[in-house]
């Protein structure tokens, strides 16, 4: 079965407006990840110990507004991401959800392409079996006035990933 939907990462060049000045205005100061296993926007994987991060801010429906000419109003949300803190070889679309950034509990959050939202789903799978996530991103996306998708922790709300109709 072929997917309806791309995964994007946060692209290249806003990578590298948020490096320089957030969402929120602000100039983060980057870090070396001691542990690792802080979840990677730029390339949608996790980090690895002694790897340099930087956590931002971003407001993720309001760059896609940008693009495509939507008002998102009071949908517009500033959030945490974690960003390698130089450019990396990260991917910048393709198909398939992102398995190694899932966690037990995240939202699917459907937004019209006006950039309106249009509700959640609560996704509950284990980390094991994330796979199953893009079922119901298959059903989501059935909705043809779905134009974006969201997808959100539940416990800290924190942007994930971006996904798109194809």
């Known amino acids: 079965m072929t997917t309806t939907y791309e995964v994007r990462a946060i692209d290249p060049a806003v990578l590298k407006q948020l490096r320089e000045q957030d969402d929120a205005g602000h100039t983060r ?15 949608l994987r996790h980090s690895e110990a002694g790897e340099r991060i930087v956590l931002v801010s971003y407001a993720p ?5 940008v693009e495509t000419g939507a008002e998102p109003g ?16 990260g991917p910048t679309s393709g198909p398939g959800y992102p398995v190694e950034l899932h966690g037990a509990r995240r939202v699917l959050r459907a937004y019209s392409a006006q950039g309106h939202i249009l509700g959640g789903r609560l996704v509950e ?42």
Do not use: N, Q, S
């Open 29 to 43: 100061t980057p870090v070396t990840d001691p542990e690792g296993g802080a979840p990677l926007r730029c390339c």
């Open 61 to 65: 429906l309001r760059r896609w507004a």
């Open 74 to 89: 009071p949908y517009d949300e500033c959030g945490p991401v974690f960003v390698h803190a130089e450019e990396c070889d």
């Open 125 to 166: 799978i284990p980390e094991e079996r994330a796979i199953e996530v893009d079922h119901a991103l298959r059903e989501v996306f059935t909705d043809p006035a779905v134009a974006l998708v969201h997808v959100r922790a539940v416990e800290f709300g924190c942007f994930m990933v971006e996904i798109r109709r194809r």
